[in-house]
């Protein structure tokens, strides 16, 4: 059964920073394109980052660019997005999700869309606040 998880939410002060992992159970990252996104309370869930299967496309909502950062690594198999800055508008729940799809996260430099893909972890709690 193919399984995301998230780890690596917390609380930090606003300008702090926070890396969260993305890993998966029964299958190999290295195969599918993964994106980020974050809900928060009476917010739809939004794309924040997406990687493609090769690595070498990146692309990320506007909010975050230049201060989140996200990369494969391969030999942990793990999906890492290193977030900088935050500020408390960054709050909410972050999932990543998975779609066996080279083209994905290829073809546009839009940041990831709910329905391009397949798999979704459970999501990991962001709280940034003084």
């Known amino acids: 059964q193919l399984q995301l998880k998230e780890s690596g939410g917390g609380m930090v002060q606003p300008g702090g920073s926070l890396s969260l992992s993305c890993t998966a159970s029964?299958?190999?990252?290295?195969?599918?394109?993964i994106g980020w996104f974050r809900q928060t309370p009476g917010k739809v869930r939004e794309g924040v980052s997406c990687?493609?299967?090769?690595?070498?496309?990146?692309n990320y909502a506007d909010d975050v660019k230049g201060r989140f950062r996200v990369s494969r690594d391969y030999v942990r198999n793990t999906i890492d997005l290193q977030m900088n800055s935050l500020k408390p508008e960054d709050t909410g729940v972050y999932y990543c999700?998975?779609?066996?799809?080279?083209?994905?996260?290829?073809?546009?430099?839009?940041?990831?869309?709910?329905?391009?893909?397949?798999?979704w972890g459970q999501g990991t709690q962001v709280s940034v606040s003084s």
């Open positions: 999700a998975a779609v066996r799809r080279r083209a994905t996260c290829v073809s546009t430099s839009a940041p990831p869309v709910i329905g391009e893909y397949d798999y």
């Open positions: 029964g299958f190999t990252l290295g195969e599918y394109a």
């Open positions: 990687i493609s299967v090769t690595g070498l496309s990146t």
